[in-house]
């Protein structure tokens, strides 16, 4: 678009490597609070977790 960058192809395979971790890394994090909101505003676990594990 605005030739900023060089074209995915042509970057090391550090940065594709790089941009793999950070990816990675930013999901679980969102996952992590996600979580967390919504125990804070349901009360309740997340639906893959049994109620009676969550609550032992």
Do not use: C
């Amino acid at each position: 678009m605005l030739g900023l960058t060089p074209p995915v192809a042509e970057w090391p395979l550090y940065e594709h490597i790089s941009e793999l971790v950070g990816h990675i890394f930013w999901f679980w994090m969102i996952e992590i609070i996600r979580r967390d909101l919504r125990n804070r505003i349901t009360g309740q676990p997340d639906p893959e977790v049994p109620l009676k594990e969550a609550t032992e």
